[in-house]
């Protein structure tokens, strides 16, 4: 199974962008789904999550603005973010949860996306 994340770019201060991230490959069941960012020199933080059940919850930085949802048909996690800020500046990664027909749990990945908030 790849995830691959896209919707980064460019924009300035106050602009929005979307982000997805599908999955290839088979998975029997997709738990948790997140999305993560790294901003230059600094450690990977989470920055909003949500389960299997729809429940969400973000980082105080970004609640409020930022909306994550996710499509259980194709397997796809979105990002929805608004009134950006130049501190959001970083690489977002998305990360899944899931478990093989077996019953084992197993944790994927995302390559990266890379937002700039010009300011």
């Known amino acids: 199974v790849q995830l691959q994340a896209s919707g980064g770019g460019l924009v300035q201060a106050g602009g929005s962008l979307r982000l997805s991230c599908a999955a290839s490959g088979t998975v029997f069941a997709i738990n948790d789904m997140g999305w993560y960012r790294q901003p230059p020199d600094k450690q990977r933080e989470l920055v909003a999550d949500?389960?299997?059940?729809?429940?969400?919850s973000y980082a105080s930085s970004v609640k409020g603005r930022f909306t994550i949802s996710r499509d259980d048909r194709t397997g796809t996690l979105y990002l929805q973010m608004d009134s950006l800020k130049p501190e959001d500046t970083a690489t977002y990664y998305c990360?899944?949860?899931?478990?093989?027909?077996?019953?084992?749990?197993?944790?994927?990945w995302g390559q990266g996306t890379l937002v700039t908030v010009s300011s």
């Open positions: 949500i389960t299997i059940g729809g429940s969400t």
């Open positions: 990360h899944y949860d899931t478990q093989s027909a077996s019953g084992w749990a197993k944790e994927y």
